[in-house]
């Protein structure tokens, strides 16, 4: 009888070759990675990017007449290619999503030391195997969308269309725009207007973007109160730690087996203390701390011990309240529960803007997208330095256009719905 099993690279190529191929393109990739290191974005900033894209967008048109009913131009427009190389890249987005990612900027020294760092994949969107695969996968979307217009055409193909030239307009966008873009952090006193960026790897520059600094504001969520080891300073239990949060004087509540009362409280406070005497008292300046004092009973003890507990300042220590040699209670710095700037924005066009910039509501200046980024921590609430991050990425409109496009393919196969086959 004669076998029908087909042996790999014998024709018509399947998912066997498209996987072979995906895998030695991630192969190549790893092997330049080696080679070469992690891809220079500076190497391909305007106009090598733009002129990298218009030979790839004009070369698949010319492999698509040329060769296009050629067996390995229509192979690669096929699913058999297709799944491969998006289950390939998939397989290293995965990746990239386990291991921390580290900026471009990154001194390799400052790097952990795993086989991750050698393969680049810690700057996963800059390593080689990444970039290649995206390269491999947009030329089988595009030879895919060539190929759907040599045959009879209908009003469904519109959606075909737009999602396979969104998908592709925004991928290669992105990647092709990553060099080009320029982030900058800038921190800026109260009263004070900076003009001067730091860069990823530390350089100064000039923007054109200048910011004042009208006012900063931290607020933060009630004090908590925890049980610690002595010893360890670990929070108890230790398989689950316990806080309570401060609700007011007069409350009482249970923390790891001891009853905690609440018998005062300041919410601004000085605190003077030496070797054998220590004070708490109303403070309300710059650098006051929160203090809390409590009546804590724990089971075994005769009487219970009451004193002050405070998170301390940059002007004033910690308070720890200790109830015998195995145990404190303590308060745990305040969380954040939001911190904004108010600012005046100036253009080098003369454009004056004021604004309020919190995390997640970033403010949008000509190209520029101004987000807050941090605080002086050191001084916690009565920080009166803002730092923000400035992003310019002038190729995010063609990745929008993309993305558009893609909503617009979904939306119109949704409406228009699956295909009905004559009766």
């Known amino acids: 009888m004669k076998s029908t099993s087909r042996k790999i690279w014998e024709h018509p190529w399947g998912y066997a070759e498209g996987l072979i191929v ?103 969107t800059i390593s080689w195997s990444f970039v290649l695969l995206c390269f491999y996968n947009l030329t089988i979307l595009g030879l895919t969308t060539l190929r759907r217009t040599t045959r009879k055409q209908s009003w469904r193909d519109i959606g075909f269309y737009l ?24 921190s800026v006193q109260e009263g004070q207007v900076e003009w001067r960026g730091a860069g990823k790897t530390g350089e ?106 405070s998170n301390g300042s940059y002007l004033f220590p910690h308070i720890f309240l200790e109830i015998d040699e195995e145990i404190s209670i303590a308060m745990p710095m305040q969380e954040v529960k939001k911190y904004s700037s108010h600012v005046t924005v100036f253009t080098k066009a003369g454009m004056t803007k004021e604004a309020v910039i919190e995390v997640n509501k970033p403010l949008q200046v000509e190209d520029w997208m101004i987000y807050q980024y941090s605080y002086d921590d050191t001084k916690g609430k009565y920080s009166d330095t803002s730092v923000f991050e400035l992003v310019r990425d002038p190729w995010l409109n063609v990745v929008y256009a993309g993305i558009f496009m893609l909503l617009a393919g979904a939306l119109f196969l949704f409406i228009a719905g699956p295909k009905r086959k004559a009766s």
């Not at 999602?163 to 800038?186: Q, W």
């Open 22 to 124: 995906a895998a030695g393109v991630l192969l190549s990739g790893i092997l330049l990675q080696l080679s070469s290191g992690n891809i220079e974005t500076a190497l391909f900033a305007f106009p090598v990017n733009t002129i990298i894209g218009a030979l790839f967008i004009t070369g698949l048109p010319l492999v698509h007449f040329i060769s296009g009913k050629g067996r390995v131009t229509r192979w690669m427009s096929s699913v058999y290619a297709t799944i491969p190389a998006l289950s390939v890249l998939l397989l290293l987005t995965i990746i990239l999503g386990l291991i921390p990612q580290f900026a471009s900027g990154t001194a390799r020294e400052q790097l952990p030391h795993h086989p991750f760092t050698s393969l680049g994949w810690n700057r996963m």
């Open 163 to 186: 999602n396979h030239l969104g998908l592709f307009i925004a991928l290669l966008g992105g990647i092709l725009g990553s060099a080009d873009m320029e982030r900058f952090t800038i």
């Open 204 to 309: 100064i520059k000039e923007l054109p973007v200048a910011i004042q600094l009208d006012s900063f504001m931290i607020e933060e969520y009630e004090p908590k109160l925890a049980i610690i080891e002595n010893k360890t300073g670990k929070m108890l239990p230790v398989s689950r730690p316990e806080t309570y949060m401060f609700e007011g004087v007069g409350k009482t509540t249970q923390l790891a087996g001891i009853t905690l009362e609440i018998t005062d409280w300041l919410p601004h406070a000085a605190i003077f203390r030496d070797s054998t005497f220590m004070n708490v008292v109303p403070m309300m300046m710059e650098g006051a701390t929160t203090a809390i004092k409590v009546k804590a009973h724990k089971p075994g003890l005769d009487q219970p011990v009451e004193g002050w507990i």
